[in-house]
Structures are given as structure tokens and as C-alpha cells.
């Protein structure tokens, strides 16, 4: 029987998907595995029973990666499971900047009376301007990045697009009518609006600054549903000054941004769905049903994907290591030494880790071959 723990409310169609092999405890010293959603994770112990964490939703800052990888405890994420509900909201920002409807709204609900009048008197005040022709980038064309590019063609804008890791698949997603820039620099000139869809990390931390904003047309829309360490708040509110910015739509509201008329703040609804906390609930259940049955890995952030498909022979071992030279010689060694004849297997390295995974047609004795495994470098042996 495996325990899972869940560290916030996760949507029940989710957690439905356990099977009757799964229990959800309240002591999460108990577990095998953890789903989380926002709970900080950083000052936490770890029981030795933790195997696995998943995120449900795509960002992991409240999860200490680097502490879960010497512990061998695999942590996955649900890339793009939350995508659509963050389009919907990009495009609906978007638009709202572009009617002024934050601001015509809130005026109206000062009326108070001769109201139809009033409203045909002063409803020039909020004239505003059609998308239709307008041109926007995409900074970061992953499962979010695409949906919103090609969302935006769909409404009749001129759509470019940035993004120097783009993967085959997303390409491939990617309306042929996007145009691509190879660089940034290249891009911000073009835009009247610029929207961010790239993952927090110290080669992201304020890439939107001074110097990035200098090279913007003057009245440009900026929108921020990715992280808020992404832009640098005082260089944009310089911009708002300056007439840069027109509008700032972000995700993610401060005290300096909530007192300034051009900002539009939205308090972090992006994944915030129905729909998207089931989809991202029901694909943690399964990542991490099919680690703890199988030993395979898929959207972990800091192990690699690793498969080796159904375990059907008499015992399947899952290897987690350094990457380091020589270890995959190392286990199969110390397996042969054993007299363990190996039916399949599979190794896969990302950075300083590695994933090794060992089909075997054997008896096997498991606590003899944890401790003959049990040497410099291999960080975690799991028989199943």
C-alpha cells in the first residue's frame, strides 16, 4: 500500500485517480509521495519513506530541488496542464488594457445619479483600441507561450515570437504565421504589446529591466503571468513615468504597483480553474503512480525522463545516481557479482544526476542487493 500526503487542497476527480493500492494520510512522515500546490516546501524535513514530490502546476519555487536531489527523492511537475487556463486570462488582460476597462469600470461604479447621461457624457474618457492588427510578442513559446501566440493570430494580431530553447514539439504546435526572432533585442521594437512566458531562474531573474524597456515602442502593453521576478518592478514603473508603458498587466500585485492607475493587478488567478486544478491533479496522480509502480519518470525537474514501460519481470530496480563516469559499469557490475541476470535496462543522465533503470528475471534478494549497491555515488535503490 502506498501513502500519499497532500500538502494543500488538490481537486478530488484527481485524487480519484489512485487506485485501491493508495491511501491519502495526514502525516506526511508516513508517505511515500507528497502532492503539493503552493505550500512552501523549503524548511521541511524529509522522512526516509519520501520517495517522491509532485507539483501540481508547472512552477517549483516552493519546493527545495536541490535538498529533494541528494535525498533521492524524484520531483515532478505538470507542464501545461494549467495552459489553457492561463491563455484565457493573458487574452483577457490583454484586452482589458486595450478597452481600459479596469478604469472605466471602476468609474462607473462611482455613479451615482442621472447615470445614463452621465455615461454618454463621459464615455470618450475610456476610448480605447482594437487588437485586430496589432502586433505581439511572445517571450518564451512553451505549452503556454504557443497557446497564447496562437490564440492572438487567431484574433487577427501580427504574432513574433522569442524563444532560443524551443523544443520540436512546441514548434510543431506553433502557427506557421508566428514569426520568429532569434534574439530579443530584435523583437521589443516591433511590439505594442509584450507578454512573458518563460520559467523563473537566475538567467531569467529581471530580464525585463531598463535596458530592455528602453529598446519598447513608447506606449506599449506589458503582461507578466509568468513570475514576478522576471521584470524589474522599480525600472517598470520608471517606464510607466516615462510613457514606455502604457499599461502593466501582471499576475502578481505589490503594494507600489496597486497604488499606480496603469498598472492592472490580478491576484495570481492564472491556474486558478476549475478545470486547470483537475487537469493538473490528474496528471501528478498519474506521474506519480507510475514512479512508485514502475520506477519511470516523466516532468521530474530534477531527475531525467526515464521509461522502461510496464514492470513485468520478477523485479524491476530503480537506481537513482550521480552522474558521474563509469556508474552504469559500476551497477551492472555489482549485479553480475550477484549472479543477476539482467533482462533490460535503461540509463539516463540530466546534469549532476542520473537514472538508472534495471529489469531483472532473477530471485533477487532485496536487502543484499541494497547493500551491495549501497556505494559511492548511488544515492537511492528501490526494488519493486
Not at 521541511?44 to 519546493?63: E, H, T, W
Not at 492588427?133 to 484574433?155: D, M
Request: aromatic share 4%; proline share 3%.
Amino acid at each position: 500500500m502506498y501513502k500519499i500526503a497532500k500538502l494543500n487542497h488538490i481537486s478530488p476527480k484527481g485524487l480519484a485517480c489512485f487506485t485501491d493500492e493508495y491511501e491519502i494520510v495526514e502525516d506526511i512522515n508516513e508517505a511515500h509521495a507528497i502532492i503539493v500546490r503552493s505550500h512552501d516546501m523549503k524548511s521541511m524535513d524529509f522522512s526516509p519513506n519520501l520517495l517522491a514530490i509532485a507539483r501540481a502546476g508547472a512552477g517549483v519555487n516552493n519546493i527545495p530541488i536541490e535538498k529533494c536531489s541528494e535525498n533521492g527523492i524524484v520531483v515532478f511537475n505538470t507542464p501545461g496542464a494549467n495552459a489553457n487556463a492561463v491563455k484565457e486570462l493573458v487574452l483577457t488582460g490583454l484586452l482589458m488594457s486595450a478597452r481600459n476597462l479596469t478604469s472605466a469600470i471602476a468609474w462607473t461604479k462611482t455613479l451615482t445619479t442621472d447615470i445614463p447621461k452621465t455615461v454618454e457624457k463621459n464615455k470618450s474618457k475610456f476610448s480605447g483600441h482594437e487588437i485586430k492588427g496589432k502586433t505581439l510578442g511572445v517571450i518564451g513559446l512553451g505549452s503556454i507561450g504557443v497557446l497564447v501566440a496562437n490564440a492572438a493570430e487567431c484574433l487577427g494580431m501580427k504574432v513574433l515570437g522569442y524563444d532560443p530553447f524551443l523544443s520540436i514539439e512546441h514548434a510543431h504546435a506553433l502557427s506557421s504565421n508566428v514569426e520568429l526572432h532569434e534574439t530579443l533585442d530584435s523583437l521589443l521594437p516591433l511590439c505594442d504589446y509584450v507578454t512573458i512566458h518563460v520559467p523563473f531562474m537566475e538567467a531569467t531573474k529581471e530580464m525585463i529591466n531598463k535596458e530592455r524597456l528602453l529598446k519598447m515602442k513608447k506606449d506599449v502593453c506589458l503582461l507578466n503571468f509568468s513570475r514576478d521576478q522576471i521584470v524589474k518592478e522599480d525600472d517598470v514603473l520608471i517606464a510607466i513615468d516615462k510613457g514606455i508603458i502604457r499599461t502593466y498587466v501582471t499576475d502578481f500585485p505589490s503594494e507600489r504597483y496597486l497604488d499606480n492607475e496603469q498598472v492592472i493587478c490580478i491576484p495570481h488567478l492564472g491556474a486558478s480553474t476549475y478545470e486547470s486544478e483537475v487537469n493538473c491533479a490528474m496528471m501528478a496522480t498519474e506521474e506519480l503512480m507510475d514512479f512508485l509502480e514502475n520506477g519511470n519518470i516523466k516532468n521530474s525537474v530534477n531527475f531525467p525522463t526515464c521509461n522502461l514501460g510496464l514492470c513485468t519481470t520478477k523485479a524491476r530496480l530503480v537506481v537513482l545516481n550521480k552522474n558521474v563516469p563509469a556508474m552504469l559499469g559500476k551497477i551492472t557490475g555489482i549485479l553480475a557479482d550477484k549472479n543477476v541476470n539482467i533482462s533490460d535496462l535503461v540509463n539516463r543522465s540530466k546534469g549532476d544526476y542520473a537514472v538508472t533503470l534495471v529489469d531483472v528475471d532473477s530471485d533477487i534478494d532485496e536487502e543484499e542487493i541494497k547493500e551491495a549497491l549501497n556505494v559511492e555515488g548511488i544515492i537511492s535503490v528501490r526494488v519493486i
